[in-house]
């Protein structure tokens, strides 16, 4: 692959950006570059920055060795953590903030899951062994970008490419074809780059050859995307979705989710989106969360999307209350995205709106009484005692939630009685 001779741009440059003059980032710049290395910011703060998007991790590139590294920051009072010596990497601590600090490399050897690397002194070959054009941009203390490979015609173009032979830097990493969607879900304004999207479904076998965690990690990010809905799109139509999935995509469901989402500005949740995907029944989310490894927390939510269809403007105020009531607010919530979506409401839907909107309206209630109020009525200790509770709980659900003392009052004693 030609490398192109690393250029300075005299402009843009990110002199004003915040993050990048703040202390804790200057200090630890300062700290590398002061002992005779050149330490550079790389990647993701670049490339965001220049996008004007939001800056949360600070990577650093340095000349460095990783034993330099810890001499030089220590030297200068940082604490720093040994986190992944092996390929170059230590963290840096600088009042308060943590930078991964890694040393510039090339890959000696891949598999598709794991690379070899040496330690360089070359720029052009630390970028060139990076994915994407995008992310092999770097920028100094004081704001200059230095772009080896061109990328930053890309960012400013909205463009998501690979560096040099697609099909090589997919085979260095398969994961790389999941980063190929999910950057130009957030970044691109178009369609996927062709080339890129050949090399990725020649190379799509090796998707197989990937850990669970690390697709989960993908394809999480990819479906909060902006523009999710348009790749997963392009991801189904050449076969991506059922390889990764294990079942069957629900197009549908899941681009009337973003819409309503989009509709109600509210932020995207990666969790109900992948259950509007790719839930239809029970067993769907069983088979999804093993294959996926899902947390607690997602697998809930796919639990969930198996049993859809309960919630519908169509119900009653008591049957909603009801339901609110067993679900809690949260997952009152989700379910009611989620069976809009599946019923095909529009967005604009007022009716679903409104349903959506009822724990803002009606706060839910607590259950007035416990084991211990049975027993002061004269109730007996031991198992009957919780079977008289979740009784009268039935029965204040299906009385809509009275809040009538004296009615509560008689239908306990009445439990309370029969069970004498």
């Given at each position: 692959?030609?490398?192109?001779?690393?250029?300075?741009?005299?402009?843009?440059?990110?002199?004003?950006?915040?993050?990048l003059?703040?202390?804790?980032?200057?200090?630890?710049?300062?700290?590398?570059?002061?002992?005779?290395?050149?330490?550079?910011?790389?990647?993701?703060?670049?490339?965001?920055?220049?996008?004007?998007?939001?800056?949360?991790?600070?990577?650093?590139?340095?000349?460095?060795?990783?034993?330099?590294?810890?001499?030089?920051t220590?030297?200068?009072?940082?604490?720093?953590?040994?986190?992944?010596?092996?390929?170059?990497?230590?963290?840096?601590?600088a009042?308060?903030?943590?930078?991964?600090?890694?040393?510039?490399?090339?890959?000696?050897?891949?598999?598709?899951?794991?690379?070899?690397?040496?330690?360089?002194?070359?720029?052009?070959?630390?970028?060139?062994?990076?994915?994407?054009?995008?992310?092999?941009?770097?920028?100094?203390?004081?704001?200059?970008?230095?772009?080896?490979?061109?990328?930053?015609?890309?960012?400013?173009?909205?463009?998501?490419?690979?560096?040099?032979?697609?099909?090589?830097?997919?085979?260095?990493?398969?994961?790389?074809?999941?980063?190929?969607?999910?950057?130009?879900?957030?970044?691109?304004?178009?369609?996927?780059?062709?080339t890129?999207?050949d090399?990725?479904?020649?190379e799509?076998?090796?998707?197989?050859?990937?850990?669970?965690?690390?697709?989960?990690?993908?394809?999480?990010?990819?479906?909060a995307?902006?523009?999710?809905?348009?790749?997963?799109?392009?991801?189904?139509?050449?076969?991506?979705?059922?390889?990764?999935?294990?079942?069957?995509?629900?197009?549908?469901?899941?681009?009337?989710?973003?819409?309503?989402?989009?509709?109600?500005?509210?932020?995207?949740?990666?969790?109900?989106?992948?259950a509007?995907?790719?839930?239809?029944v029970?067993?769907?989310?069983?088979?999804?969360?093993?294959?996926?490894?899902?947390?607690?927390?997602?697998?809930?939510?796919?639990?969930?999307?198996?049993?859809?269809?309960?919630?519908?403007?169509?119900?009653?105020?008591?049957?909603?209350?009801g339901?609110?009531?067993?679900?809690?607010?949260?997952?009152?919530?989700?379910?009611?995205?989620?069976?809009?979506?599946r019923?095909?409401?529009?967005?604009?839907?007022?009716?679903?709106?409104?349903?959506?909107?009822?724990?803002a309206?009606?706060?839910?209630?607590?259950?007035?009484?416990?084991?211990?109020?049975?027993i002061?009525?004269?109730?007996?200790p031991?198992?009957?005692?919780?079977?008289?509770?979740?009784?009268?709980?039935?029965?204040?659900?299906?009385?809509?939630?009275?809040?009538?003392?004296?009615?509560?009052?008689a239908?306990?004693?009445?439990?309370?009685?029969r069970?004498?």
């Amino acid at each position: 692959m030609a490398i192109a001779t690393e250029v300075k741009h005299a402009l843009p440059s990110l002199k004003s950006a915040a993050w990048l003059a703040a202390e804790p980032t200057q200090r630890l710049l300062a700290s590398l570059n002061g002992r005779g290395h050149t330490a550079r910011v790389v990647g993701g703060a670049v490339r965001n920055a220049l996008l004007g998007r939001a800056v949360a991790d600070i990577d650093i590139a340095t000349t460095a060795t990783p034993e330099q590294v810890i001499a030089a920051t220590e030297a200068d009072g940082l604490k720093t953590v040994p986190t992944g010596l092996k390929h170059g990497t230590v963290t840096v601590i600088a009042h308060g903030h943590p930078f991964e600090v890694t040393t510039l490399r090339h890959d000696v050897d891949t598999d598709g899951r794991h690379a070899t690397v040496a330690f360089t002194d070359d720029w052009a070959a630390d970028a060139s062994r990076r994915d994407l054009t995008l992310n092999a941009l770097y920028c100094d203390a004081d704001g200059t970008i230095f772009d080896p490979l061109g990328g930053l015609d890309d960012v400013l173009a909205r463009r998501v490419r690979f560096i040099g032979d697609a099909h090589q830097r997919i085979r260095e990493d398969y994961l790389r074809i999941l980063r190929f969607f999910r950057f130009t879900a957030q970044y691109a304004d178009g369609a996927p780059d062709a080339t890129g999207l050949d090399a990725t479904v020649a190379e799509r076998d090796g998707l197989a050859r990937l850990s669970a965690e690390r697709v989960r990690a993908e394809l999480v990010r990819l479906l909060a995307a902006p523009r999710a809905v348009p790749v997963i799109h392009a991801m189904a139509a050449y076969g991506m979705l059922t390889a990764i999935l294990s079942v069957a995509p629900r197009l549908g469901v899941f681009e009337r989710l973003a819409a309503i989402e989009n509709a109600l500005g509210l932020v995207s949740d990666a969790r109900l989106r992948l259950a509007a995907l790719a839930i239809a029944v029970d067993e769907d989310a069983v088979r999804l969360a093993q294959h996926l490894r899902l947390s607690s927390d997602e697998r809930n939510v796919l639990v969930l999307a198996g049993g859809l269809g309960t919630i519908s403007p169509a119900l009653d105020t008591r049957a909603l209350h009801g339901a609110l009531y067993r679900l809690g607010e949260d997952r009152y919530r989700q379910r009611v995205l989620l069976d809009w979506a599946r019923c095909g409401a529009p967005a604009a839907a007022d009716a679903w709106r409104q349903i959506l909107a009822l724990p803002a309206r009606w706060p839910v209630p607590k259950l007035p009484f416990s084991g211990r109020d049975l027993i002061a009525r004269g109730a007996a200790p031991g198992p009957r005692l919780g079977e008289m509770l979740t009784a009268f709980e039935a029965w204040w659900i299906a009385q809509d939630f009275p809040d009538d003392r004296a009615l509560l009052e008689a239908e306990l004693d009445r439990l309370i009685g029969r069970a004498r």
